[in-house]
């Protein structure tokens, strides 16, 4: 399987550039219902993601709750608990998943570290839940990449 398989295309997501500010922020992550949305400069590079969670803080933070003290806050200097980790376009499906259990989409990138899109965790949960109802009853089709490790042996 491969990756493109999940992927929702640039053209589909919503972003934001490095150079918009709090309240840009604030109003596409609105308009669009995202409670996370990846960050891009403007060569069209992956340079990190921001949430919800990531503007409140600030706002409480650094404007004690003004938003209009804040709405010309560069959204770059709003601090961020962390950044969603990206992958390349060849990443194998082991990592992609690996990295899709820890946030809720994954930013997909090419081999000029351009960003293409990205890869929904509730895609690849859809897709393992189609696969399982698939099987016959009574039997589960464990794909290789999520086969627990053989038991470990106590002295």
Known sequence: MNLLYFLTPK????????????????????????????ILNRKGEYVGS??????????????????????????????????YQCV????????????????????????????IGIVKRQNIIQYCYDQYRKTPRGQCAVPAMAQPSAPRQSL
Request: hydrophobic content about 45%; aromatic content about 10%; charged content about 25%.
């Open 88 to 115: 390349a376009v060849d990443t194998d499906m082991d990592q992609l998943v690996a990295a899709a259990m820890r946030q809720n989409f994954v930013p997909v990138i090419d081999g000029k570290n351009s960003f």
């Open 11 to 38: 053209a589909e997501v919503a972003y934001l550039y490095d150079d918009f500010t709090l309240r840009q922020a604030l109003e596409k992550m609105e308009y669009h219902r995202y409670s996370s949305i990846p």
């Open 50 to 83: 921001i949430t919800e969670g990531d503007l409140l803080w600030a706002i409480k933070r650094m404007y004690n709750l003004d938003l209009q003290a804040a709405e010309d806050m560069p959204v770059m200097q709003v601090p961020r608990k962390h950044d």
